[in-house]
């Protein structure tokens, strides 16, 4: 961990409430009210959990902005602006950095892919531009894209690309990782499974979607390491695991959208190509927030 990370703790990977109109407003501002009430210690905003594929662009500005007014500072606000075509990327950075976002969380390029060298290409080019740090998402099972642990080490080189959300799942490469540029740039899990396994090699936090029903207690869970009792950490993250799999059954965000709309959070509402969770499922998903009294 860098000595002055974005944040440190869990970040919700904020779903978005919509519905047949649009973006619920209403709704989203009582979502963020409730997290940082809870105690969390970052927010993204418009990333995969927000459904950011299929919001319209004025969508996305209006929720990023909309965002940073509510928090008003109270946590750090990231705003996710990555796409698979850099101009935009670049566009959409500019826009969150002048509407005040703390950081900016891009993905890598999806379908159309690229080098590792076109990786760094990308980065670079929208880093250069922004005036708040990047975050790099590297999520290959939904981009078929993975950032290479020697492509991170020239990524560092950069000013200001300044972390990473690792989603890669291979905890081999991720040591890895950390071998390289562990003292470099900041490594936040991106996986809810994996938070005290990359706590322990020297994470930051996690970029967390279970942070959408449980914020307090996915906090917790890295505060608890930090504060030394590794154990605790370990316990709750293994107390937890029934949950994360059932909010994972399906794509996210279909799960967590669908907890969300049984805690009154949002409409279980979501853009084609996604669709409400089969009913198999939504049975599992329920047994499990019941058996974490979230219900």
């Given at each position: ?37 809870a105690g969390i210690d970052a927010l993204v905003i418009a990333g995969t959990t927000g459904e950011s594929s299929t919001l319209t662009d004025e969508e996305h500005r209006a929720v990023i902005a ?133 706590l322990s090699m020297g994470g930051a936090g996690v970029i967390s979607v279970l942070s959408n029903l449980c914020p307090r207690e996915t906090s917790e869970i890295c505060h608890r390491f930090f ?21 994972f059954s399906e794509t996210n965000p279909i799960p967590v959208k669908a907890a969300m709309a049984k805690l009154g959070y949002c409409s279980d509402f979501l853009r084609l190509p996604l669709v ?20």
């Amino acid at each position: 961990m860098t000595q002055n990370p974005i944040f440190k703790g869990a970040a919700t990977a904020l779903i978005t409430p919509l519905d047949e109109r649009g973006v619920d407003f209403t709704k989203f501002g009582e979502l963020i009210d409730m997290q940082i009430d809870a105690g969390i210690d970052a927010l993204v905003i418009a990333g995969t959990t927000g459904e950011s594929s299929t919001l319209t662009d004025e969508e996305h500005r209006a929720v990023i902005a909309y965002a940073i007014g509510r928090v008003a500072g109270r946590v750090p606000v990231i705003a996710g602006t990555g796409s698979n075509e850099t101009e935009y990327a670049v566009g959409l950075s500019r826009f969150a950095c002048e509407a005040g976002a703390d950081a900016l969380l891009v993905v890598t390029p999806y379908y159309n892919k690229t080098t590792q060298r076109g990786l760094v290409a990308m980065y670079s080019a929208i880093a250069d531009a922004a005036t708040k740090p990047v975050i790099a998402y590297n999520v290959p099972s939904r981009t078929g894209l993975n950032i290479e642990p020697s492509t991170y080490l020239t990524l560092a080189e950069h000013g200001n690309i300044r972390a990473v959300k690792e989603a890669n799942g291979n905890i081999s490469k991720i040591v890895e990782t950390f071998a390289l540029v562990g003292d470099k740039i900041d490594i936040y899990s991106g996986n809810d499974d994996q938070i005290v396994p990359i706590l322990s090699m020297g994470g930051a936090g996690v970029i967390s979607v279970l942070s959408n029903l449980c914020p307090r207690e996915t906090s917790e869970i890295c505060h608890r390491f930090f504060a030394g009792d590794v154990a605790g950490a370990a316990k709750m993250q293994c107390e937890y695991l029934p949950l994360v799999s059932a909010l994972f059954s399906e794509t996210n965000p279909i799960p967590v959208k669908a907890a969300m709309a049984k805690l009154g959070y949002c409409s279980d509402f979501l853009r084609l190509p996604l669709v409400t969770m089969e009913k198999e499922h939504r049975e599992v998903l329920y047994a499990r927030m019941a058996e974490r009294g979230l219900i």
